[in-house]
């Protein structure tokens, strides 16, 4: 099973709306709604910020919001700040043996 | 408030076995519908999971690494550990614990860094 597969980088600047592809397959996420996003900065563990596609936990600003089309799933950041500079990560249930998968990870730049 | 804290050596020779255990407070490991998971991320690069355990014990692990893993619990203690064997360079990485909730990983440790070397 490989990774989803996201964009290595996106930028965007302050204020501006940015959106984060996850490509996968029928077996991961075209096939069920166990799609997470995680923020990651340097140094940090993982934080989640959207689960079942598009709920976001609570604590986690409306400024993230998640979505699906297909076998590709989409987290898009409106308002960009300083600090959402950071990595992000897709996560997925797969019917494939390894039972999950993350993508590939994108750097944010705010410019 | 759940939290996870990760411990466990820094540094393993290759060919050993790395033993990291995940200590949990504000939650019992044993009740609920969570899974106690591993993931583990080498420097600069991206997560992989590695497996999981369920509150009654059952374990599912990532078929790349599934000769070499185990996750066991310690109820007593409320903590689960992870065990990968023969280790090698490739091993080296930052490993975290986390609890997955219903194909969500919604607490996580700080993680801790285990270099395997000589």
């Known amino acids: 099973q490989s990774a989803l597969t996201q964009p290595a980088s996106v930028s965007g600047s302050p204020g501006q709306s940015i959106t984060i592809s996850c490509t996968g397959t029928s077996s991961d996420i075209g096939g069920y709604n166990y799609v997470s996003w995680f923020q990651q900065h340097p140094g940090k563990a993982p934080k989640l910020l959207i689960s079942?596609?598009?709920n976001r936990p609570s604590g986690v600003s409306s400024r993230f919001s998640g979505s699906k089309s297909g076998n590709t799933a989409s987290l898009t950041i409106s308002g960009l700040q300083a600090e959402d500079e950071a990595d992000y990560y897709c996560f997925s249930y797969t019917s494939a043996n390894t039972l999950y998968v993350f993508g590939t990870g994108t750097r944010v730049t705010v410019l | 408030q759940v939290q996870l804290q990760e411990s466990g050596p820094g540094l393993v020779k290759p060919s050993q076995t790395l033993s990291l255990t995940c200590t949990v407070s504000?939650?019992?490991?044993?009740?609920?519908?969570?899974?106690w998971t591993w993931i583990r991320q080498p420097a600069g690069k991206g997560l992989e999971w590695i497996g999981r355990m369920y509150t009654s014990g059952i374990t599912n692990y990532n078929p790349s690494l599934k000769s070499r893993v185990t996750i066991s619990r310690d109820t007593s203690n409320n903590r689960f550990s992870l065990k990968l064997s023969s280790v090698t360079a490739t091993d080296t990485a930052v490993y975290y614990c986390?609890?997955?909730?219903?194909?969500?990983?919604?607490?996580w440790g700080q993680g801790t860094l285990v270099t395997v070397s000589s």
């Open positions: 986390a609890r997955d909730n219903y194909g969500t990983l919604d607490y």
């Open positions: 079942a596609v598009s």
């Open positions: 504000g939650g019992s490991i044993d009740s609920g519908s969570y899974y």
